[in-house]
């Protein structure tokens, strides 16, 4: 940590050279994600999962929303297929075995009435956790954690794979809105912490469960980021927790 961009002890790093230089990512490591709406955390999220995705630790991008412009986007340049269902059925399964497919887009579709579209969503989404834990060497995307956790119930699913995965080498890229509604799980297992700036004073509370990391010099770093910085908390360096600010 050293004194840079007038924050004290916190060194700033631009997003691409933090991405391209500073952000070593190993399989089986958990990357948690947290910010309020509007700050970034998705596409933060699916650019930390780009960068870490390869053909022999895929990612698998769980999708909850009916309709996503930025999962789109990302999917469309990335050339990643998509399907509704896991495992997907068989006119779906040809585009997975293409060459050179670093993730996969699990999107079931929407009935829009939710006791229909919630049990369903669910299963799949059970499927597609538990099975990238069985089979290890892959990323299970989780943008929004909360929804995931609360309105499918599946908050057993992913702390299995938090608490567990590491070993499969299968790693939650997690993010959340909602920091005080998920899991410690993620703040416990977690390798690899992003963090904007939350007004919520339940939120900043949360980070004193942060191991081994001083709760006082997180919170104070995170009450200057401005919009669409982050604080960056790898709590498994060298040589002890590295902290840093990245930009926009």
């Known amino acids: 940590m050293t ?46 999962t780009d960068t870490a995705a390869t053909e022999k630790n895929p990612a698998y991008l769980l999708v909850l929303k009916p309709r996503d412009d930025t999962v789109e986007k990302f999917r469309t340049r990335l050339g990643w297929p ?12 040809m585009p997975f075995f293409r060459p050179k497919v670093r993730g996969v887009v699990i ?57 567990k995965g590491r070993s499969m080498e299968t790693a939650i890229f997690g993010g959340s809105q909602k920091p005080t509604h998920i899991p410690l799980w993620f703040y416990s ?26 709760p006082k010099l997180v919170e104070s770093e995170v009450s200057k980021l401005r919009k669409h910085e982050f604080l960056y908390i790898r709590r498994n360096g060298k040589n002890g927790p590295e902290i840093c600010v990245i930009g926009p």
């Open 3 to 48: 004194q840079t961009a007038g924050r004290f002890s916190v060194a700033y790093l631009d997003r691409k050279e933090f991405l391209e230089r500073r952000f070593h990512w190993k399989p089986g490591e958990h990357v948690v994600v947290l910010a309020p709406t509007g700050w970034g955390k998705t596409h933060l999220l699916y650019q930390l």
């Open 82 to 93: 998509r399907t509704d269902r896991y495992p997907p059925p068989l006119h779906q399964r």
């Open 107 to 163: 999107w079931p579709k929407h009935e829009f009435d939710p006791s229909k579209d919630d049990p369903h969503i669910g299963k799949v989404m059970r499927r597609a956790i538990l099975h990238s834990y069985k089979r290890g060497k892959r990323i299970v995307v989780v943008d929004e954690a909360y929804s995931m956790g609360k309105e499918y119930g599946l908050d057993r699913e992913m702390v299995t794979v938090l608490s």
């Open 189 to 214: 297992q977690s390798d690899h912490l992003f963090i904007g700036n939350d007004p919520d004073k339940r939120a900043r509370q949360r980070y004193g469960e942060i191991g081994g990391v001083d």
